[in-house]
């Protein structure tokens, strides 16, 4: 591996336009890149009509925040905004369940 390879940190960053569709880009960014950066390369936002400002972005699988330095291999995430409140996909859920067995 020659110096400036062992200087890139190898990123994948990933959005969920929909349920089982993921578009994922791998980037090779310099040392120091924070999560935010690597956002705005992946051209993800661009792509897929987002509001970056508006976004919750992660790194495997936890928010955080927009300044937060990348390290090698990491993977940042893009989520959508939820359509449901969890609790009351539950209750849904359960109440289908009840009336379905009664």
């Known amino acids: 591996m ?6 890139l940190l190898r990123v994948e960053v990933l ?3 929909a349920p089982s569709v993921v578009d994922r880009v791998l980037l090779q960014l310099p040392q120091g890149t924070c999560l935010q950066d690597a956002v705005e390369a992946s051209g993800l936002c661009q792509r897929h009509a ?4 508006a976004l919750k972005v992660g790194i495997w699988g936890r928010v955080q ?3 937060t330095a990348l390290r090698d291999l990491d993977r940042v995430e893009l989520y959508r905004p939820l359509r449901v409140d969890p609790k009351e996909a539950r209750r849904l859920r359960y109440k289908r369940a009840k009336q379905g067995s009664g």
């Open 15 to 17: 959005y969920c336009p």
């Open 65 to 67: 925040p927009p300044q």
């Open 2 to 7: 020659g110096r400036a390879e062992a200087t």
């Open 50 to 53: 987002l509001n970056a400002a």
